[in-house]
């Protein structure tokens, strides 16, 4: 399956006193990369929101492998790997050039607004 690719450039608000990505902000860019992924697959999440049914992260595996730094070009690569009528899971990897930085692996379910799981809308 051909991965989605999202392209950002890390900015000093991203960085921490030692001028490395902060950790958690991997999550915020691989985060819009799957709302842009979401967006390629013709899924319009502000209707899905008006219908009462939004995406949750479910699970989320991580491992940080090298840092990016301010200034840096990245990509953040999007596959999907599974599926099921209650779950979608992604392969997620932010990249340098050629260079893996950051790799994820999500689940996504769907929710109602009150929580409870549904079936996916795709």
Same mark, same amino acid.
């Given at each position: 399956?051909?991965?989605?690719? *999202?392209?950002? /450039?890390?900015?000093?608000? @991203?960085? @921490? !006193? ?6 958690? $902000?991997? !999550?915020?860019? %691989? +985060? ?6 979401? /967006?390629?697959?013709? %899924? ?6 008006? /219908?009462?049914?939004? *995406?949750?992260? /479910? ?7 090298? #840092?990016?730094? *301010?200034? @840096? &070009? ?22 340098? @050039? +050629?260079?893996? !930085? *950051? ?10 607004? $009150?929580?409870? #799981?549904?079936? &996916? #809308?795709?």
């Amino acid at each position: 399956m051909t991965a989605h690719r *999202f392209s950002l /450039r890390v900015y000093y608000e @991203d960085t @921490d !006193l030692a001028g490395l990505v902060y950790y958690a $902000n991997y !999550l915020k860019f %691989i +985060e819009r990369a799957r709302t842009e992924w979401v /967006r390629a697959q013709g %899924i319009d999440q502000v209707a899905l929101k008006a /219908r009462g049914l939004a *995406f949750a992260v /479910r699970q989320l595996t991580a491992d940080y492998l090298k #840092p990016a730094r *301010f200034d @840096d &070009l990245l990509t953040v690569e999007t596959t999907e790997t599974a599926r099921s009528p209650a779950r979608l899971t992604l392969s997620q990897r932010v990249l340098r @050039d +050629e260079t893996l !930085l *950051f790799s994820a692996e999500v689940t996504l379910v769907c929710v109602k607004d $009150n929580g409870t #799981p549904t079936r &996916l #809308p795709l």
